[in-house]
């Protein structure tokens, strides 16, 4: 009856893709050729086309290892057809088919399932997001998370992966907040060290606060990172991939699927990788870094309602650790006389970190979901992660000082965290009268435990700046072994246990075909159960995260007018005030609005997203030891005030093309302007050294053969400009600055369906540059690394 209120209301297209088994397939990329209207299948295989008149079209559904198939259909104005699609394996595709769309702008991904929590195009979301593709991510060689992010504008990568356990992954920064790719498929699934691309489908980020519906322990007010990983699918088929190329580089990987049952109920896939490199800073001895990743998973489909996902991401590290240089806070910059990384004495392919300070990680991730179809246009997902990282030996690092280099070590003992997530999603597509609702109500449920040792010590200045090519030979493993030996060290417990208990709901409400809203809020009661040496620390909060969107579509289906209100929140604790006294501290409030235009032009040829957002953060805690206040002042050296200010405001551009068949484009622009608005007078009007830089651009071109004796050859070239960092900005310290760079990549390949080759080149012109934030991490000279694939 309330679906029957809805097709009055819109022209739709709606079926399910399956197999002959009648087993649905997800990520089918359905279209109208002659139009713009495209879409990919859900989980459950469904795909709704919107169109914008009645008429008779011809919808055409293609899947990778399916043949291509078409359907000519009749559908009036304002009336629902629906048209079931039954594909059969194959490798010859129909080249009459032309699935518009997806299609035609091979790196673009016009919808997702896990922005909005619900199957939603882009241009129906008012939230800003990037996704890179992999198609893009095989184009560039890309075998990281790390490198796939280089091509999201506006992010800006600020500390390598440590592997240490809880917080050992790399750092990011987006509007000027930092934070670490903590989700996968919308769930907890934390990686402590360098995340392998080798199960990666496709990378979302989602930019701005995003509390509302990911909580505040996953997400910062900068954004998140989502990993969406491969699926099983119904035929046997795979690749097997070698890589090799400069510093003794060498990566086998691995991607096998197949049915595990003749009715192709229950289907397995693996990937997996290893990978080995010496390190680039090898003047004087060979540091190294070698890993594995392994991830299986299991898909049942008993029924055409219900799946059963299982997965694991099993990930083992050793490593000596990269090279991050701090400046000592007890020295600042205007004593160094030094401003700039670029101005010290160190030899930039010097290591100054010697053999045997090794150290082993481990990130072990589990995963289970279980999906299933109330009835048509409502589902249920029920999914559980269980995360555990794991880390023990060495953090050398060193310390910069007026005099020279101190060498340093910041070590892990047997040091463990462990995450559990439950989160329970209710989706529903329906209508009240003639407005469409698309709803999500989610229950969830999150509990961290960390339980780390560290043991560190600073070392006496041993070196002066300007060694030259000479090797800190003595700062070994056995070295700092006999140091703890003769020192006396003092363990700092790590130990903790916090749980989360959260409810949300949002929902899409489409006032007409071309205008809808949406509104979201979220309760959290946070409940930190301190330690057992330190139960003081213990403390229950509640906060809450609102979030509304209004998009207008004045050309349906190509351009979107979007304007957002988005919430964050950040638990503080408890801290000393101005009279003395500890006491529990209100939640950080981040409030964003923005507004842009998200474009689908030319066919789907086009794809841009343009927007400025406003970040005001409130609540934060600023130091204020002595309270003026009061007749008699009393001063308290650790007192806070917690009434401190943040603003970020800034535009950003996304744009993802295909103007002409075989060019492709990917590019960026991002403007960022933090300021600490209250704050102590030390910090005042500054920008915040955690705010990354200012201006960040990113660009990739190339261009692929279609058709003739070389066809699937290609070449594509690009790059990343960041504008000077300042890393150390301070009244009292000055400013210490990591300068602007431009890093130049390009590939080479040559693509066949039973082969892939290919080699790229990165950091083409030898830049020299650094990342960090009070830090300076040198970063990897020019690369050359060669590529073959077969597939099956």
Not at 187 to 195: D, K, L, Q, R
Not at 403 to 413: E, F, K, L, N
Not at 511 to 516: A, N, Q, Y
Not at 700 to 710: E, I, Q
Request: proline fraction near 4%; glycine fraction near 10%.
């Amino acid at each position: 009856m309330l679906l029957g209120h809805l097709a009055q209301a819109q022209t739709l297209l709606t079926g399910r893709v399956t197999n002959a088994a009648g087993a649905p397939l997800s990520g089918a990329s359905v279209g109208v050729q002659g139009t713009n209207v495209g879409t990919d299948t859900d989980s459950n295989g469904d795909y709704t086309l919107t169109l914008s008149q009645g008429g008779t079209y011809v919808v055409g559904v293609r899947l990778l290892g399916y043949l291509n198939q078409e359907h000519r259909m009749t559908v009036k104005a304002g009336e629902k057809q629906t048209r079931n699609f039954i594909l059969v394996p194959g490798d010859r595709q129909l080249e009459e088919v032309t699935v518009q769309g997806d299609r035609t702008n091979k790196f673009s991904r016009k919808s997702s399932e896990y922005v909005g929590k619900m199957p939603l195009s882009n241009l129906e979301n008012p939230q800003v997001y990037a996704t890179v593709g992999k198609e893009l991510l095989t184009e560039q060689l890309v075998f990281s998370v790390d490198d796939a992010t280089r091509n999201v504008p506006g992010l800006q990568k600020m500390w390598p992966a440590t592997g240490r356990s809880g917080d050992g992954g790399a750092y990011y920064n987006s509007r000027g907040f930092y934070f670490q790719s903590q989700l996968r498929n919308g769930v907890a699934g934390n990686v402590t060290n360098s995340i392998d691309a080798a199960n990666l489908e496709k990378l979302e980020v989602i930019k701005g606060p995003s509390a509302t519906l990911y909580g505040s322990s996953l997400s910062t007010y900068g954004g998140l990172i989502n990993r969406v990983t491969k699926k099983a699918y119904d035929h046997f088929g795979g690749e097997v991939t070698y890589s090799a190329g400069s510093f003794a580089f060498n990566r086998l990987s691995l991607d096998i699927n197949t049915p595990l049952t003749k009715d192709n109920k229950l289907l397995f896939r693996l990937n997996a990788a290893a990978n080995y490199e010496d390190s680039w800073q090898n003047r004087g001895y060979t540091g190294f870094d070698k890993s594995i990743a392994v991830a299986p998973t299991l898909t049942y489909r008993p029924t055409d309602r219900l799946t059963i996902n299982l997965d694991a991401e099993i990930a083992r590290g050793r490593n000596v650790g990269k090279q991050i240089n701090f400046i000592d806070y007890l020295t600042s910059p205007n004593a160094l006389g030094i401003h700039r990384a670029d101005e010290f004495g160190l030899d930039y392919r010097q290591s100054y970190i010697g053999p045997g300070l090794t150290q082993d990680s481990r990130s072990t991730n589990y995963f289970g979901q279980v999906n299933y179809q109330i009835a048509p246009g409502f589902t249920s997902s029920t999914n559980f992660t269980h995360s555990r990282s794991y880390s023990d030996g060495f953090g050398a690092f060193l310390y910069i000082d007026g005099t020279g280099v101190r060498q340093s070590d910041q070590s892990t003992q047997d040091s463990r965290q462990n995450l559990t997530e439950v989160q329970q999603l209710f989706n529903g597509d329906f209508a009240i009268g003639s407005l469409r609702n698309r709803v999500v109500v989610g229950l969830d449920y999150l509990r961290i435990v960390n339980d780390q040792t560290f043991v560190s010590f600073r070392g006496a200045t041993l070196r002066p700046y300007g060694l030259g090519d000479r090797a800190y030979t003595d700062f070994t493993g056995d070295a700092v072994r006999d140091t703890y030996a003769n020192i006396t060290v003092t363990p700092y417990l790590a130990m903790n246990s916090i749980n989360t208990y959260s409810a949300f709901a949002s929902d899409v409400l489409n006032l007409t075909e071309k205008l809808s809203v949406l509104a979201a809020l979220r309760i959290d009661r946070f409940n930190n159960q301190g330690s057992a040496a330190n139960s003081a620390n213990a403390y229950k909060q509640t906060a809450l995260s609102p979030k509304f969107g209004l998009v207008f579509q004045p050309v349906l289906n190509r351009v979107s007018l979007f304007a957002n209100y988005q919430n964050s929140f950040r638990n503080v604790g408890s801290f000393q005030n101005t009279q003395g006294q500890n006491i529990l501290g209100k939640p950080e409030q981040a409030n964003q609005v923005e507004a842009g235009v998200k474009l689908d032009a030319a066919d789907g040829r086009i794809s841009a997203t343009v927007s400025y957002y406003n970040i005001r953060v409130r609540n934060l805690l600023r130091a204020t030891p002595v309270d003026s206040t009061v007749a008699t002042p009393v001063a308290y050296p650790f007192a806070n005030t917690q009434n401190g200010t943040q603003v970020s405001n800034g535009v950003e551009l996304n744009v993802v093309a295909n103007p002409v068949p075989g060019l492709n484009l990917v590019a960026g622009f991002a403007y960022n302007d933090s300021e600490l608005t209250r704050t102590t007078a030390n910090d005042e009007g500054r920008r915040p050294s955690t705010a990354s830089s200012p201006y960040l651009a990113n660009l990739w071109v190339s261009y692929r053969l279609t058709n003739g004796v070389a066809k699937g050859l290609g070449l594509g070239a690009g790059g990343n400009y960041a504008s000077d960092n300042k890393v150390i900005n301070s009244v009292s310290q000055g400013v210490f600055i990591l300068p602007c760079y431009t890093v130049l990549n390009a590939s080479l390949f040559y693509d066949q369906p039973k082969y892939r080759l290919g080699v790229k080149v990165d950091n083409l012109t030898n830049e020299h540059y650094w990342i960090g934030y009070g830090s300076l991490a040198p970063q990897k000279v020019r690369s050359i690394i060669g590529s073959v694939a077969y597939k099956f």
